[in-house]
């Protein structure tokens, strides 16, 4: 079973989303870990467009990074610059190391029909690249 970490900012929205994906179609193949350079608790929108996909992620924790210490990292995924740029280092000799910056539709402001937009969005751009990164890597 390979380790997988997905790495955001805050551990609250696009790794949460990365997070209930990757679960999804990886099943029993991969533990999957969420953490963050901080923790700012799941947000409200990330559960919504998750249950409007049809996945449940309020189980889900906000998990900072130092959690995970000892962790034998096969995979370590960055969602977000801000956390590729400033996260800690991370000892994981084997792991491989992705990267894609997300848009966050955490900061989108507007009205709630676009809001939603936004996060629906964002949900089905990390989608797509989970459904690219499971079937090159599994």
Sequence with gaps: MKNILVLCTGNSCRSQMAHGFLNQQLGDQA???????ETHGLNPGAVATMQRAGLDITSHTSNHVDEYAGIDWDFIIT???HAYENCPFIPAPNAQRLHHNFYDPS???GSE??????????????????????????
């Design 107 to 109: 900061k989108f402001e």
């Design 79 to 81: 969602v977000c610059d």
């Design 31 to 37: 533990a999957i870990y969420s953490a963050g350079i």
């Design 113 to 138: 029909k676009d809001t939603r937009a936004a996060f629906d969005k964002a949900r089905d751009e990390i989608k797509a690249y989970v459904t690219d990164f499971a079937s090159t890597h599994f």
